[in-house]
């Protein structure tokens, strides 16, 4: 689908051509069986560690790429057209966990964690929710406990996409006390590793859609972690992680673009072969105007996200523009495999036929990193902040 609207530099396109290469080799072959099995393992990352593609945004002075996000999100879109789970690795590692540490991050940090997390060698996560905090994550119960030079950690983490697979979990726990509950005031983050003691993998999630990168409970028993372990300020866990989910909105809705540029991509060719009443069906006025349909949302859905990215690299505040962005791609990728469902009929609706997957997948978008209804609180609430 043409890129036009969006000039893209000389690097964009190059770097736009090798994760569609690199997608079409080597995540295309692979992607039936990772949904089917429910997972893929850590090789997945070593992949894309090898483009460069788990460093983008992080300056070559901590071994990154140093690339815009603008550059990211293309390359990202590429790869969810392919493969919406590697697309989520791809991502919350590049926007989250690695983000929060070139941010807020000691320099013996960004040595020990953000360099190999951004060559590649470090896979990491993010473990904000909880079973009973979601969208309300301030909520969140798991308790950490000064002991000496040590916080020792209890609670358990849920939904932690690609946990079981990660070297670097930065995980949000509270350091008020029972007795004295700050909020949100009171949540601090931990760079967490898997090898330290009474850090467990719990419960896997059966899921619906983006089956190939593993979602999985993190079980925190006694788990003592080092004070040097403690990112930035305590206390100030919960503003890291939103300011960070705000520009992971925009990964998102790079996710949610490949999805429905798929959809629609699959919907133009099969409705050129696929022959009613003697002619193909996208002879049918019905037929073109959902691809027509589809076309529209796709191609403004990109806009308004580049529009956001430009105004993210330029400095500006994107909090707005950000929920906007994930709100209008996530719901036109849900909205655009449903029309592609429907173009392909009956055909749709089985797994030999691509469509099928890229509607389950489609569906996680409108959840994750903040849910549709969450995203419109905050377009309204900034709505009165400017007024
Ligand atoms: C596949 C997958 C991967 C994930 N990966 C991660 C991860 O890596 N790290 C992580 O920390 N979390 C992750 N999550 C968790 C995800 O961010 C939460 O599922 C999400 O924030 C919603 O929380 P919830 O599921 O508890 O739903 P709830 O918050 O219980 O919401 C239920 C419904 O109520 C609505 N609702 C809630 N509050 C309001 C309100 N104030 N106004 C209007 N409607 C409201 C919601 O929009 C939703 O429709 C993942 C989730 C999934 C499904």
Redesign the pocket.
């Known amino acids: 689908m043409s890129w036009a609207l969006i000039p893209l530099s000389e690097e964009q396109r190059a770097i736009q051509q090798t994760a569609r290469d690199f997608a079409t080799a080597e995540l295309a072959p692979h992607s039936d069986r990772w949904d089917r099995d429910g997972g893929f393992d850590r090789t997945v990352a070593d992949k894309l560690a090898e483009l460069g593609f788990l460093g983008m945004m992080i300056p070559e002075a901590y071994d990154g790429l140093g690339l815009d996000t603008c550059t990211y999100l293309v390359a990202l879109e590429e790869i969810a057209a392919v493969d919406a789970s590697v697309a ?1 690795l791809m991502s ?1 590692h590049n926007s989250l966990p690695t983000q929060m540490v070139l941010r807020y991050g000691s320099e013996a940090q960004k040595e020990r964690f953000l360099k190999p997390m951004a060559r590649g060698e470090a896979l990491g ?5 909880e079973p009973e ?5 301030a909520s969140l119960q798991a308790q950490a406990v000064l002991d000496g030079d040590h916080y020792v950690l209890n609670g358990v ?5 690609h ?1 079981s697979l990660a070297d670097v979990i930065l995980c949000m726990v509270r350091t008020d006390t029972p007795a004295e509950r700050k909020g949100a005031r009171g949540i601090s983050t931990f760079l967490l590793t898997p090898d330290m003691k009474g850090l467990g993998i719990g419960k896997k ?1 059966d ?1 619906m859609g ?1 089956r190939g990168d593993p ?1 999985v409970q993190i079980v925190l028993e006694d788990v003592r972690v080092p004070k040097e372990n403690l990112l930035g300020e305590e206390g100030m866990g919960f503003v890291y992680a939103m300011q960070s989910l705000e520009s992971g909105r925009l990964g998102i809705a790079a996710q949610a673009i490949g999805i429905a540029r798929s959809a629609l991509e699959h919907s133009v060719r099969y409705a050129a072969e696929r022959k009613q009443f003697n002619k193909p069906i996208k002879e049918f006025q019905a037929i073109q105007f959902k691809l027509a349909d589809m076309a529209t949302r796709v191609t403004a859905s990109r806009a308004l996200l580049y529009a956001a990215a430009a105004a993210k690299d330029r400095g500006e505040p994107i909090t707005q523009f950000a929920s906007m962005s994930k709100l209008m791609a996530t719901e036109t990728a849900m909205w655009v495999t449903t029309q592609a469902i429907q173009i392909f009929g009956g055909y749709g609706y089985v797994k030999e036929y691509p469509v099928e997957r890229l509607f389950r997948d489609a569906k ?1 978008t409108e ?8 995203q419109r ?1 905050v377009i309204a609430r900034e709505l009165y902040a400017k007024s």
């Not at 996560?125 to 929710?129: E, G, Q, V």
């Not at 905090?133 to 994550?137: F, R, Y």
């Not at 983490?157 to 996409?161: L, R």
């Open positions: 989520v919350v996560a993010f473990a904000l929710s905090a979601g969208s309300d994550a983490k849920a939904w932690v996409s946990g999630e899921k983006i979602t996680v959840i994750y990193e903040g849910t549709s209804e969450i609180i």
